[in-house]
């Protein structure tokens, strides 16, 4: 019976080619776009995700206080109110992993006939601890390293590539800033930051070597800023509030002071980014969603008009026996059939935008299965929503009027 009725609707869609088409026209742009969307917004959260794993888990940066020059204050990080003391003091909380304080800035680096320009970072050897970075050649500087002031780097793929190329960097020498650093170890791939830097373009070099020989400063021991880790996600709270306790405490500030530091939680701000791109992606999905309330209006009003056209058929085949719930279904079928297969139109065009948007933008977009299955779950209810009325009004029809209409 089902079958028979399947056949009798495409051949009824099948005798009006063009008003089929254009009626799955507009499912055919809605399916396409909502597939799209949604792409491009999982693509969004995917980039997001991948640069929170990046950066590390459960981190916070504390940053020195601020200057104040002629009534003009300057930015956190700028005014030496930060020392190893307090990171050491800092480490010893129970919430806390591990603290690495850091000494930032630029050099130029030269091996053999090639220089490059980079980041160059004074860390200590807990700095690859907390940003979970690891080696995939050689091994790390140790404490000892810190101690000595030695002069021995890290290098990460960006450098080994721009000063290397495809020799091995281990054991060999560079130069940054005109004094010889030997490489012990090169960092595995992180990619790009939140603010779109290369974090592979980095070298890391004991933290007093880069106190004392590269970059130089007023205030032996001083930290502009240092990464802390805490021992979970559960207790960045209690972190943070630790933090702050124990430096107000250690730089002795009245209550009501203004504190001379600053504690900024990364991991909360990676949170609101990926909460950020979570929204975007179902606003796109929402936009496009209207292409299909669009799409099921033209079928509804199709349907409506070939239940006017095919009136006489109807009342020929209730006289013959046929029941109402038959027209309902014959009726409803078309509309589904249409739905589906403007949705599968729909999803082809929506695979290959998404392909195209790719090779020709180079943004991320990603197709997943739970996107083409919503696509088709929606046209499904939009055929079913939208054809109803006309198949029930089908239906409706007194077999004697029907026969009559002209």
């Not at 909380?93 to 680096?109: C, D, H, R």
């Not at 949705?343 to 929506?350: A, F, H």
């Amino acid at each position: 019976m089902l079958a028979n009725m399947l056949r009798e609707a495409w051949r009824a869609m099948a005798a009006n080619k063009l008003r089929t088409f254009l009626t799955m026209l507009g499912l055919v742009i809605g399916v396409g776009a909502v597939v799209l969307m949604l792409a491009i917004g999982q693509g969004a959260q995917t980039l997001v995700k991948e640069a929170v794993a990046t950066m590390g888990s459960n981190l916070f940066i504390v940053l020195s206080g601020g200057t104040t020059t002629g009534g003009a204050r300057s930015g956190s990080g700028t005014a030496p109110t930060l020392t190893l003391s307090d990171a050491q003091a800092i480490e010893e909380l129970p919430s806390v992993a591990a603290v690495a304080p850091t000494q930032n800035g630029t050099a130029q680096l030269v091996y053999g006939a090639s220089n490059w320009n980079s980041s160059v970072i004074g860390v200590t050897p807990s700095y690859l601890l907390v940003r979970e970075w690891r080696l995939v050649r050689g091994q790390p500087f140790t404490d000892t390293d810190v101690r000595t002031v030695a002069r021995v780097a890290i290098i990460g793929q960006t450098v080994a590539r721009e000063l290397f190329g495809s020799e091995d960097p281990v054991d060999k020498t560079i130069r940054i800033r005109n004094s010889p650093y030997v490489v012990m170890g090169v960092l595995g791939a992180k990619g790009q930051s939140f603010d779109g830097r290369d974090q592979d373009d980095t070298v890391l070099i004991p933290f007093s070597t880069a106190q004392r020989k590269l970059y130089g400063t007023s205030f032996p021991d001083s930290v502009r800023f240092m990464m802390v880790k805490a021992v979970s996600e559960d207790a960045m709270d209690r972190t943070e509030e630790g933090i702050t306790t124990l430096l107000r405490e250690r730089h002795r500030i009245p209550p009501g002071g203004e504190n001379d530091f600053t504690v900024r939680n990364l991991s909360a701000a990676a949170d609101v980014q990926a909460q950020t791109t979570r929204v975007m992606s179902i606003m796109l999905g929402a936009v496009a969603s209207i292409s299909l309330v669009v799409g099921g209006i033209g079928i509804m009003n199709i349907m409506l008009v070939s239940v006017t056209e095919r009136t006489r058929e109807i009342g020929i085949r209730m006289a013959i026996g046929a029941r109402q719930r038959d027209i309902l279904l014959q009726f409803l079928l078309e509309s589904v059939i249409v739905s589906v297969v403007g949705c599968l139109i729909g999803v082809v065009l929506g695979v290959g935008g998404a392909a195209l948007v790719s090779q020709t933008t180079e943004m991320m977009v990603v197709v997943t299965g739970a996107a083409i299955l919503l696509s088709f779950a929606v046209a499904a209810a939009v055929g079913i929503f939208f054809g109803f009325y006309p198949a029930r009004k089908a239906a409706g029809l007194k077999p004697i009027e029907a026969l009559r209409y002209q």
